[in-house]
């Protein structure tokens, strides 16, 4: 099969797919799904800034086993490209912010051995999130990484919503209910999500139309009562 230019070769010492699924179950899958939206949105115009899900990083060449796959990640510095996975050695540096999501087969991992490898590889903050509020205690948690260890963000709690402020995004990340949202301090508005960008663009068009048509009865009305 002929390949695309535009899409990479898989490389088959470093395949795409560990064999697992993106999420366990429906709270997992829109907690992820959610987060990568909003963030795609948020950088798309910056292509300095890599955001992807569920991507496989290899952080040791020519050992295979030696991988990760977040279920959330951003670089600062990387450039916004396709990829079909995150090879350490050839890019410029380990994630700044991963969030992994609580699911029954990966939460001990991610409090674990996750937690140790992400410190290692000099991954600036490590979020951790729990929309089912079973495995995580606060079900939000924002760690950054302070001379190799990392150390709990600040947390408010406000009429039952939890909110840590991301030093590396600028954002807050804010919890209620099992479900997360990104807002930003210097609007004070939440983040929109691909969908919600998109319908909020189409109301926005919509309103422009509907102005333009009156705009465009009243100068008729003007022309024929002149």
Known sequence: MKQHPLIPAEDPLYPSSDGLPLAENEWQLRAIHDAF????????????????????IYYEEGNP??????????????????RNVYKLWEEPKAPDFVLEVASENTWREDLGRKRALYAELGVREYWLFDPKDEYF?????????????YRALP???DSGARKIR?????????????????RDP??????????EAAAAE????????????RIAELEARLRSSN
């Open 202 to 213: 189409a109301e926005a068009t919509k309103a422009l139309r509907a102005a333009e048509a």
């Open 166 to 182: 991301s030093e590396i995004l600028g954002l807050d990340l804010c919890a209620q209910s099992g479900v997360m949202r990104f």
């Open 65 to 82: 086993r030696k991988s990760v796959a977040p279920d959330v990640f951003v670089v600062f510095g990387a450039a916004q490209q396709r």
């Open 186 to 195: 210097a609007t004070g508005q939440y983040l929109k999500s691909h969908a």
């Open 155 to 157: 947390a408010l709690v």
């Open 137 to 149: 205690d606060p079900p939000l948690q924002g760690l950054v990484l302070r001379e190799g260890t």
């Open 37 to 56: 939206g909003v963030l795609d949105v948020r950088y798309r115009d910056r292509p300095d800034i890599y955001v992807v899900a569920d991507l496989l």
